[in-house]
T-cell receptor, first 110, second 113 residues
Framework: GQNIDQPTEMTATEGAIVQINCTYQTSGFNGLFWYQQHAGEAPTFLSYNVLDGLEEKGRFSSFLSRSKGYSYLLLKELQMKDSASYLCAVRDGSYQKVTFGTGTKLQVIP | EAQVTQNPRYLITVTGKKLTVTCSQNMNHEYMSWYRQDPGLGLRQIYYSMNVEVTDKGDVPEGYKVSRKEKRNFPLILESPSPNQTSLYFC????????????FGSGTRLTVV
């Protein structure tokens, strides 16, 4: 099975940088995803990592260390609209099941 | 516009009355999945489908059925809904097993009384 841990809540200041961590324990691994979910809306895909290292996409970057079962999502130049929940999800060894963490609710304050 | 369409958006029903939540995608995606989202528990996978006529259980399949007769449609059936199935349901699809995230539908908020 899969076990995924993320902090429940975080607060950061507009214009700052925030790092949201995710640790996982899985019976197999074929990729880690990050999604953003605004309150009352559907999740939207942000990033995918399958190899170790950093993937950068504009203000968002995602890092993966498979040996440590660890990932983080880095958000730079925070904007008020970045206030949302950020969901970490892991695809298992069969490529069929994707398990989500419970999400980190980020509040950006002025 | 590429999208996943779920209906209805909101539904209140009574215990035991069979219902179907429809899901359709227009992206020719092979992979489709149903999740329920509950406070403190996150998104939990109910069923998924790798292609037409290929479905399998996720982590919380009890009380649900699915079918995949056509590539674009993946309905979720609750044969005898119970109050513990009150939840927010999401259908999602993806192109495959590589660098493809899910595209989610807008969600269906179901209340069973």
């Amino acid at each position: 099975g899969q076990n995924i841990d993320q902090p429940t809540e975080m607060t950061a200041t507009e214009g700052a940088i925030v790092q949201i961590n995710c640790t996982y324990q899985t019976s197999g691994f074929n990729g880690l995803f990050w999604y953003q979910q605004h309150a009352g809306e559907a999740p939207t895909f942000l990033s995918y990592n399958v190899l170790d290292g950093l993937e950068e996409k504009g203000r968002f970057s995602s890092f993966l260390s498979r040996s440590k079962g660890y990932s983080y999502l880095l958000l730079k130049e925070l904007q008020m609209k970045d206030s949302a929940s950020y969901l970490c999800a892991v695809r298992d060894g069969s490529y069929q099941k994707v398990t989500f963490g419970t999400g980190t609710k980020l509040q950006v304050i002025p | 516009e590429a999208q996943v369409t779920q209906n209805p958006r909101y539904l209140i029903t009574v215990t035991g009355k069979k219902l179907t939540v429809t899901c359709s995608q227009n992206m020719n995606h092979e992979y489709m999945s149903w999740y329920r989202q509950d406070p403190g528990l996150g998104l939990r996978q109910i069923y998924y489908s790798m292609n037409v006529e290929v479905t399998d259980k996720g982590d919380v399949p009890e009380g649900y059925k699915v079918s995949r007769k056509e590539k674009r449609n993946f309905p979720l059936i609750l044969e005898s809904p119970s109050p513990n199935q009150t939840s927010l349901y999401f259908c999602a699809s993806s192109a495959g097993t590589g660098y493809y995230g899910y595209t989610f539908g807008s969600g269906t908020r179901l209340t069973v009384v």
